[in-house]
Nanobody, 125 residues
Framework: QVQLVESGGGLVQAGGSLGLSCAASGRFFSAYAMGFGWFRQAPGKEREFVAAINWSRGNTYSADSVKGRFTISRDNAKNTVYLQMNSLKPEDTAVYYC????????????????WGQGTQVTVSS
């Protein structure tokens, strides 16, 4: 079982920056094929892939809509995954979810087995 707790959401003006954290706990750290992802969901819209990272190798994959603006990273020692968001736009407003699964770098939400509770990010124009 894996538990995920997100933090760091809030309100920011367009063009600003915000960092999200996802603290992970459980018995997954010996699973070399584990991966983490960030997804987001705006009101009335489907859940959207943002970025993913391979826990053991550290390689990443991001959606085109956030490339060059968002960076996913992880700290193995702290069991934490991060999402640094720069140059934020109003259309980035959504609830952001951290997820973990056994298909590293997958952009498909149904391939993730564990989810956090979500954290709200609001970007004002």
């Amino acid at each position: 079982q894996v538990q995920l707790v997100e933090s760091g959401g809030g309100l920011v003006q367009a063009g600003g920056s915000l960092g999200l954290s996802c603290a992970a706990s459980g018995r997954f750290f010996s699973a070399y094929a584990m991966g983490f992802g960030w997804f987001r969901q705006a009101p009335g819209k489907e859940r959207e892939f943002v970025a993913a990272i391979n826990w053991s190798r550290g390689n990443t994959y991001s959606a085109d809509s956030v490339k060059g603006r968002f960076t996913i990273s992880r700290d193995n020692a702290k069991n934490t995954v991060y999402l640094q968001m720069n140059s934020l736009k109003p259309e980035d407003t959504a609830v952001y979810y951290c997820a973990a699964g056994f298909k590293p770098l997958s952009p498909y939400y149904f391939e993730y087995d564990y989810w956090g509770q979500g954290t709200q990010v609001t970007v004002s124009s």
